[in-house]
């Protein structure tokens, strides 16, 4: 300190102080007018840069009048870079948490406008949150004078022992980075895995793939076990997909007459149930001579896996009304019993021994002793 301090100096410091608060709050009012215009717009980022300049913005003017206040007192060199030290790392931390906050935000929304989907892949935004608090951390420590270089060379050889200690963590964590990177699986996707397990994919994070199915519950699978497992994705290389629907009509039934009915129904669902495809080509097929009528598939377009079944509920319904219409029928399946009585045998043939009688039952039993034959 080169001179005492004075009452001009405080007095300078606090309005320094006073307007770097008072700008901080005027900022804040400001960007909160600007965020609900924001809202207006269908571009999600400007809500995410905005919200976190409201933020960093009122913290930027505090640390700068407290900077202004501090160089108006008659402070000695070392408490003055410890100041100057103190104030730029908390500057390098405000920003890289907020900097954290809105990269993470426009990765989070540029996965939720590819996918279409409120879930996105969270092992992304995790993964670029992370790295930029690190940096802005490494960045904060230098910037106070800590060396950094002995940190890093720690780091390094603790990630060593970590990472044979969380090998399955780590497992799972590069097979969710690989399915992501190799575009096999992302959230929206319907799959279903040769275990049996079934659903549309919320989330891929850093340890589990979550699946929702068609009863509203979650299945967590790990995403390692995703990434051996055979799987069938709905959604690649599209989402349209056909239906097939299996039907019969009697022997007597007109097919050509049949054939038509059919493509009618076929076309009137297309076109009126929602999910359906309307330019899809409506086919028939018969396939097969069964017992008690002549079966047939018919191929329904569908525009993703859940509407299927809302599709065939429509669709049956249609048909059998049609059908009934039409007098088409359509046979139970029916079986031919025959019942054969059994043919009366040849007459018992005559003992070789005519003079010999029967035993008694008791000596056929074996509770008495053999009657000798009569003589």
Known sequence: MNRSLVLHDWVVAGIALAAGIAAGLLL????????????????????????????????????AGTAVSASALPLTDRVAGIVNHSLTALLVLVVTFTAARVIAGLVQSLAQSRTGVAGSATIFVNITRVVV??????????????????LLTALGVGGLAVALALQDTLANLFAGVHILASKTVQPGDYIRLSSGEEGYVVDINWRNTVVRNLSNNLVIIPNGRLARTNMTNYARPEQELTVLVQAGVGYDSDLEHVERVTLDVVDSVMTDISGALPGHEAAVRFHTFADSRINFTVILGVGEFSDQYRIKHEFIKRLHRRYRAEGISIPAPARTVSLQQDVPGPPAKATAFPHQREAPAAALSGLSEPVEPSR
């Open 28 to 63: 804040r009012v400001l960007l909160r007018w600007l965020g609900k215009h924001a809202l207006r717009t269908r571009w999600t980022g400007d809500d995410i840069i905005v919200d976190a300049l409201r933020t960093i913005a009122p913290w930027a003017a505090a640390i």
């Open 133 to 150: 608090v690190v940096m802005g951390v490494l960045v904060a420590l230098e910037s106070v004078g800590i060396s950094i270089a002995p």
